[in-house]
């Protein structure tokens, strides 16, 4: 069943479903006219009693003196299957017809006939329904039996069974046929979506995939896989942007680097020019190692490929580490960095190497960001439940639209006010994995011209509250 294609379970399963639609309603409608037939004969048998009591309440009106076994005979010759009645008395004996004229039926002598009952008999070889009833007759209880021949019934029946399972393989063929077209013709639309499909590549992926008219789950189908280009086309051209410039800036770091100690090769200089130079290389260095670090661990967060190892940490040590890491960036930037912390320590479950990466990128983007003479500030704080890692700077800040698409892979503000160091998109959105990795909450609060603020919550229920915060100060 599962090696076969979607038209042809559809043509299955609508077989399925005429054939129990068939079979229920042959079923149904054959007991319903067996149901009328059997009324109708039951019907007809009480009619026959009450003619019988009729005719001898009539006879004894018109003062007619003859036995009463002569005018029961007689009805039995005018009546239709007449012959198929028998009166007993009480205590069993045959009152009608006369032993040895009537036919010797094996009839229940005991039962109770008070009311009416019907039951199914072979009486002179055919197939009967015999009525009980106890009755008055001729002053006296007696208990009445009278059969009718279900051959017309049965007849009818046996009509309509034959003509049902002449009908019921026709129907199947003819069902199996409307089956597959009808699926042929519901899967139109999937078979052009498929074709179209097949013509959207790396190169055309603007292209969308027809959306049929009718509002069905094809159409929903339609419109959610041509919502899916469109992203996965908005991802890549950010992609081939992203591509473009970091190739762009690579080969401009290279080029400086190249160009600086090819000079410093051929010419002499002095001990100062010598020192200026090996500092513009040691920029570019920063610049194509941040961008190359970004796109390493841009792969892992993507592939997994790093396990996250979760121990005890100092987060205090972890601010005070990453400070002392950038802290000659931000000297040489101009750029005063300190740190506020408890006075106790405060410790969390992570992985260290990720959480050292997260506050790299924070602190590398705030220095980034922030213009000479600005000032950034790492923050260790606690509440009740929560953690808080902040990282404060008097940088160019952003607007909010900017702020809304910060954590967006590959997206780069126009922000021309930042310095020389080349931006790849890629920082906060590592960020923002490792946060995730973390079950921490990574946010970013920003206005033009006046700084952001970007703070990590850590969701744990330990931490030590201080009241005489350490700090530090580095210029």
Request: hydrophobic letters at 45%; glycine letters at 6%.
């Amino acid at each position: 069943m599962h090696a076969l294609s979607v038209r042809a379970r559809l043509m299955l399963l609508y077989l399925l479903v005429t054939f129990a639609g068939l079979l229920l309603f042959g079923l149904m409608s054959f007991g319903a006219l067996q149901y009328a037939l059997l009324q109708g004969k039951k019907t007809h048998l009480r009619g026959r009693e009450d003619r019988l009591i009729s005719l001898l309440k009539e006879n004894k009106a018109n003062g007619v003196t003859a036995p009463l076994d002569e005018q029961l005979r007689n009805y039995a010759l005018v009546t239709h299957e007449g012959n198929l009645f028998h009166i007993h008395n009480l205590d069993g004996s045959l009152l009608f017809p006369s032993p040895g004229v009537g036919h010797d039926w094996v009839l229940p002598r005991d039962e109770d006939c008070t009311q009416p009952v019907f039951s199914s008999v072979v009486l002179e070889n055919q197939p009967a329904l015999m009525m009980c009833h106890m009755i008055l007759l001729d002053g006296r209880m007696v208990r009445l039996h009278i059969g009718g021949s279900l051959d017309e019934e049965d007849y009818i029946l046996r009509k309509y069974r034959n003509a049902l399972f002449l009908l019921l393989p026709g129907l199947l063929i003819l069902s199996s046929v409307s089956g597959y077209f009808l699926s042929r013709h519901a899967l139109k639309p999937v078979d052009r979506m498929t074709k179209a499909a097949l013509g959207i590549g790396i190169g055309n992926l603007s292209e969308r995939l027809p959306v049929p008219v009718a509002k069905d789950e094809i159409q929903e189908l339609a419109v959610a896989w041509n919502q899916l280009l469109a992203r996965l086309d908005a991802a890549v051209s950010r992609l081939s942007q992203f591509s473009a410039d970091a190739s762009h800036d690579l080969r401009t770091s290279i080029t400086v680097m190249l160009a600086t100690a090819q000079l410093s090769l051929h010419q002499h200089r002095s001990e100062s020019e010598y020192r200026e130079d090996l500092s513009r290389i040691v920029t570019e260095c920063r610049t194509a190692s941040t961008l190359l670090d970004a796109l390493l661990a841009l792969a892992q967060s993507d592939n997994f490929v790093h396990e996250v190892a979760f121990r005890k940490i100092d987060l205090c040590d972890l601010v005070v580490s990453g400070c002392r890491r950038v802290e000659d960036l931000a000297e040489s930037s101009g750029i005063m960095l300190d740190w506020y912390l408890p006075s106790e320590p405060v410790h969390i479950e992570g992985d260290e190497l990720l959480l050292q990466r997260l506050l790299g990128i924070l602190l590398d983007n705030a220095i980034r960001y922030t213009p000479e003479h600005g000032e950034i500030r790492a923050e260790v704080s606690l509440t009740v439940n929560d953690v808080f890692v902040t990282v404060r700077d008097t940088g160019v800040g952003m607007s909010e639209d900017v702020r809304q698409r910060v954590f967006d892979r590959f997206y780069q503000a126009d922000l021309r006010e930042r310095k020389t160091q080349a931006g790849s998109g890629l920082g906060l959105s590592i960020g923002r994995w490792i946060a995730d990795a973390h079950g921490a909450d990574l946010t970013v609060e920003s206005t033009p011209l006046r700084g952001s603020v970007f703070q990590i919550r850590f969701p744990v229920g330990a931490g030590t509250h201080s009241t005489e915060p350490r700090t530090q100060a580095i210029r």
